[in-house]
C-alpha cells in the first residue's frame, strides 16, 4: 500500500509538472496573410505564465534586421499573461515571407522558444527577374547580346513608367519608358554591345508613378571574355 501511495504521489507529482509551463495563447506560427508591400505587419506574442513561479525573459533575437520585438517588461508573475509586441518592415519584400523570433528565458526548460511569423507580400509592381546575368560573353563588336525582363502590374490602375534607363553606354534598353494597363505586363529587352573585356556591374533604373513603387534598381552583372579568333574560323 505505502508503495502504491508513493506511485501515486510521483505521478502527480510529475503530472503537475509536465503541465506547469509556459503556455502559448496562439500557434507558433502566426500567419498575417496578405500584406501590401511597404506595409508594417504588427502583432504581439502572448503566453500565459504557468510555471508556478516568476519567469524572467533574459534575451529576444530575430532572424532579420526588418522584425523589432520590444518587450514592455521582462518579469512575469505566476499566472501573468504576457503581451509582447513585434513589427516587421516589408519594403524589401515580396512574396511569402517567414521571421523567426526566439525568446530566452532565465532557468525554465526549454530555455528558449521559437516562434514564427508569416505573411504573404503583395506588390503594385513586380520586376522578374531580380537581375539581369550576362556572364562569359566574347568581346565581338558585331555581336549585340540581349536579355529580357517583365515588369508586371498588379495593381487597379494605370502603370506609368516614365524611365528604363541603364547607367552604362554598352547596355541599351528598349522601351526607354512605357505605360502598363492595369492588370497587364510588359517585357523589356535589354541589349548588350561588348566594347571591353572584363567584370563590370550595372544598374538600371526603373521610375514609375506608383506611390509604393516610385523607383527601383534593376541589377546587371556582366562578364566579358577576350574573343578567340580560332573558334570563329
Same mark, same amino acid.
Not at 99 to 120: C, G, Q
Not at 226 to 232: G, R
Given at each position: 500500500?505505502?508503495?502504491? +501511495? #508513493?506511485?501515486?504521489?510521483?505521478?502527480?507529482?510529475?503530472?503537475?509538472?509536465?503541465?506547469?509551463?509556459?503556455?502559448?495563447?496562439?500557434?507558433?506560427?502566426?500567419?498575417?496573410?496578405?500584406?501590401?508591400?511597404?506595409?508594417?505587419?504588427?502583432?504581439?506574442?502572448?503566453?500565459?505564465?504557468?510555471?508556478?513561479?516568476?519567469?524572467?525573459?533574459?534575451?529576444? =533575437?530575430?532572424?532579420?534586421?526588418?522584425?523589432?520585438?520590444?518587450?514592455?517588461?521582462?518579469?512575469?508573475? @505566476?499566472?501573468?499573461?504576457?503581451?509582447?509586441?513585434?513589427?516587421?518592415?516589408?519594403? =524589401?519584400?515580396?512574396?511569402?515571407?517567414?521571421?523567426?523570433?526566439?525568446?530566452?528565458?532565465?532557468?525554465?526548460?526549454?530555455?528558449?522558444?521559437?516562434?514564427?511569423?508569416?505573411?504573404?507580400?503583395?506588390?503594385?509592381?513586380?520586376?522578374?527577374?531580380?537581375?539581369?546575368?550576362?556572364?562569359?560573353?566574347? #568581346?565581338? @563588336?558585331?555581336?549585340?547580346?540581349?536579355?529580357?525582363?517583365?515588369?508586371?502590374?498588379?495593381?487597379?490602375?494605370?502603370?506609368?513608367?516614365? $524611365?528604363?534607363?541603364?547607367?552604362?553606354?554598352?547596355?541599351?534598353?528598349? @522601351?526607354?519608358?512605357?505605360?502598363?494597363?492595369?492588370?497587364?505586363?510588359? +517585357?523589356?529587352?535589354?541589349? +548588350?554591345?561588348?566594347?571591353?573585356?572584363?567584370?563590370?556591374?550595372?544598374?538600371?533604373?526603373?521610375?514609375?508613378?506608383?506611390? $509604393?513603387?516610385?523607383?527601383?534598381? #534593376? @541589377?546587371?552583372?556582366?562578364?566579358?571574355?577576350?574573343?578567340?579568333?580560332?573558334?570563329?574560323?
Amino acid at each position: 500500500m505505502k508503495n502504491i +501511495l #508513493l506511485f501515486i504521489v510521483g505521478c502527480t507529482i510529475f503530472s503537475t509538472a509536465a503541465f506547469a509551463q509556459i503556455d502559448f495563447k496562439h500557434e507558433k506560427v502566426i500567419d498575417h496573410g496578405k500584406i501590401s508591400q511597404g506595409d508594417v505587419i504588427s502583432g504581439q506574442i502572448e503566453f500565459v505564465n504557468n510555471t508556478g513561479k516568476m519567469v524572467e525573459l533574459v534575451d529576444v =533575437r530575430t532572424s532579420c534586421g526588418c522584425t523589432a520585438v520590444k518587450p514592455e517588461k521582462k518579469i512575469f508573475e @505566476p499566472g501573468e499573461t504576457a503581451h509582447i509586441p513585434y513589427t516587421i518592415e516589408t519594403e =524589401r519584400f515580396s512574396g511569402v515571407i517567414r521571421k523567426s523570433i526566439r525568446l530566452v528565458f532565465k532557468d525554465e526548460d526549454p530555455k528558449s522558444e521559437v516562434l514564427f511569423v508569416e505573411a504573404n507580400v503583395t506588390t503594385d509592381v513586380s520586376i522578374n527577374p531580380r537581375f539581369i546575368n550576362f556572364q562569359k560573353v566574347t #568581346l565581338n @563588336p558585331d555581336t549585340v547580346y540581349t536579355e529580357f525582363f517583365e515588369i508586371e502590374n498588379s495593381s487597379q490602375t494605370e502603370l506609368n513608367v516614365t $524611365k528604363i534607363a541603364a547607367d552604362i553606354d554598352i547596355v541599351k534598353i528598349t @522601351p526607354a519608358n512605357v505605360v502598363i494597363p492595369a492588370g497587364k505586363s510588359h +517585357l523589356v529587352r535589354v541589349d +548588350l554591345v561588348p566594347s571591353k573585356t572584363g567584370r563590370m556591374n550595372s544598374n538600371i533604373s526603373i521610375e514609375t508613378n506608383n506611390k $509604393k513603387f516610385q523607383s527601383k534598381s #534593376l @541589377p546587371v552583372f556582366i562578364n566579358i571574355l577576350e574573343h578567340d579568333a580560332s573558334h570563329s574560323e
